[in-house]
Protein backbone atom coordinates (compact mmCIF):
# COMPACT_ATOMS: atom_id res chain seq x y z
CA UNK A 1 0.00 0.00 0.00
CA UNK A 2 1.08 3.52 -0.69
CA UNK A 3 1.16 6.48 1.71
CA UNK A 4 0.84 9.68 0.12
CA UNK A 5 1.51 12.68 2.73
CA UNK A 6 1.11 16.38 0.86
CA UNK A 7 2.84 19.55 1.92
CA UNK A 8 3.53 23.41 0.93
CA UNK A 9 -0.63 24.44 1.16
CA UNK A 10 -0.80 27.77 2.97
CA UNK A 11 -2.41 31.24 2.98
CA UNK A 12 -1.41 33.31 -0.69
CA UNK A 13 -2.63 36.64 -2.33
CA UNK A 14 -4.12 36.66 -5.69
CA UNK A 15 -1.40 36.63 -8.10
CA UNK A 16 1.01 34.63 -5.74
CA UNK A 17 2.59 31.60 -5.90
CA UNK A 18 2.39 28.15 -4.40
CA UNK A 19 4.51 25.18 -4.43
CA UNK A 20 2.70 22.07 -3.29
CA UNK A 21 4.97 18.58 -2.33
CA UNK A 22 3.60 14.71 -1.76
CA UNK A 23 6.00 12.48 -1.13
CA UNK A 24 5.36 9.07 -1.34
CA UNK A 25 6.12 6.01 0.99
CA UNK A 26 8.57 3.51 0.67
CA UNK A 27 7.69 0.71 -2.26
CA UNK A 28 7.46 0.73 -6.23
CA UNK A 29 6.24 4.20 -6.99
CA UNK A 30 7.80 4.60 -11.01
CA UNK A 31 4.70 2.78 -12.71
CA UNK A 32 2.63 4.77 -11.30
CA UNK A 33 0.66 7.93 -12.20
CA UNK A 34 0.60 10.73 -10.05
CA UNK A 35 -1.52 13.61 -9.74
CA UNK A 36 -3.12 16.54 -7.99
CA UNK A 37 -6.94 16.83 -7.42
CA UNK A 38 -8.51 19.44 -5.39
CA UNK A 39 -12.00 19.85 -3.94
CA UNK A 40 -13.79 23.31 -3.08
CA UNK A 41 -16.38 23.77 -0.25
CA UNK A 42 -19.66 22.46 -1.98
CA UNK A 43 -18.06 21.31 -5.25
CA UNK A 44 -16.79 18.23 -6.78
CA UNK A 45 -13.31 17.20 -6.62
CA UNK A 46 -12.24 18.45 -10.37
CA UNK A 47 -8.67 17.11 -11.81
CA UNK A 48 -5.96 19.72 -11.71
CA UNK A 49 -2.73 18.01 -13.36
CA UNK A 50 -1.37 14.48 -13.65
CA UNK A 51 1.60 12.66 -14.92
CA UNK A 52 2.22 9.24 -15.72
CA UNK A 53 4.84 6.83 -15.51
CA UNK A 54 6.18 8.08 -18.47
CA UNK A 55 6.39 11.79 -18.52
CA UNK A 56 3.17 12.42 -20.27
CA UNK A 57 1.27 15.39 -18.46
CA UNK A 58 -2.50 16.51 -18.30
CA UNK A 59 -3.76 19.55 -17.12
CA UNK A 60 -7.60 20.72 -16.04
CA UNK A 61 -8.64 23.73 -18.29
CA UNK A 62 -8.61 26.26 -15.52
CA UNK A 63 -4.70 25.37 -14.57
CA UNK A 64 -3.35 25.22 -18.00
CA UNK A 65 -0.22 27.83 -18.27
CA UNK A 66 -0.77 28.38 -14.81
CA UNK A 67 0.33 25.49 -12.94
CA UNK A 68 3.12 23.00 -13.76
CA UNK A 69 3.25 19.17 -12.12
CA UNK A 70 6.47 17.13 -12.03
CA UNK A 71 7.69 14.03 -10.57
CA UNK A 72 10.96 12.19 -9.22
CA UNK A 73 10.98 9.06 -9.12
CA UNK A 74 14.28 8.60 -7.56
CA UNK A 75 13.01 10.87 -4.35
CA UNK A 76 9.71 9.69 -5.18
CA UNK A 77 7.86 12.67 -5.21
CA UNK A 78 5.15 14.76 -7.22
CA UNK A 79 5.59 18.36 -6.82
CA UNK A 80 3.17 21.33 -8.24
CA UNK A 81 4.23 24.72 -9.03
CA UNK A 82 1.40 27.12 -8.93
CA UNK A 83 1.52 30.64 -10.19
CA UNK A 84 -0.54 33.72 -10.98
CA UNK A 85 -3.11 31.92 -7.95
CA UNK A 86 -6.78 33.12 -8.07
CA UNK A 87 -8.89 32.91 -5.13
CA UNK A 88 -11.32 30.68 -7.01
CA UNK A 89 -8.36 28.14 -6.55
CA UNK A 90 -8.65 28.15 -3.13
CA UNK A 91 -9.55 24.53 -2.27
CA UNK A 92 -8.27 21.64 -0.51
CA UNK A 93 -5.36 19.47 -2.91
CA UNK A 94 -4.94 16.34 -2.75
CA UNK A 95 -2.40 13.85 -3.99
CA UNK A 96 -3.28 10.67 -5.76
CA UNK A 97 -1.26 7.71 -7.16
CA UNK A 98 -2.85 5.37 -9.19
CA UNK A 99 -1.62 2.67 -12.11
CA UNK A 100 -4.24 2.90 -14.77
CA UNK A 101 -7.09 0.03 -15.62
CA UNK A 102 -6.19 -1.64 -12.12
CA UNK A 103 -8.46 -1.15 -9.14
CA UNK A 104 -4.82 0.25 -7.62
CA UNK A 105 -5.57 4.22 -6.37
CA UNK A 106 -4.19 6.08 -3.23
CA UNK A 107 -5.07 9.24 -1.87
CA UNK A 108 -3.50 11.52 0.85
CA UNK A 109 -5.41 13.55 3.33
CA UNK A 110 -4.91 16.92 1.72
CA UNK A 111 -3.33 20.04 1.50
CA UNK A 112 -5.36 23.68 2.00
CA UNK A 113 -4.85 26.38 -0.04
CA UNK A 114 -6.21 29.68 0.62
CA UNK A 115 -6.29 32.62 -1.88
CA UNK A 116 -6.98 35.67 -0.56
CA UNK A 117 -8.31 38.34 -3.26
Known amino acids: QVQLVESGGGLVQAGGSLRLSCAASEGIFSPYTMGWYRQAPGKQRELVATVTSSGTTNYGDSVRGRFTISRNNAKRTVDLQMNSLKPEDTAVYLC???????????WGQGTQVTVSS
Open 96 to 106: KAEIPATTLRY
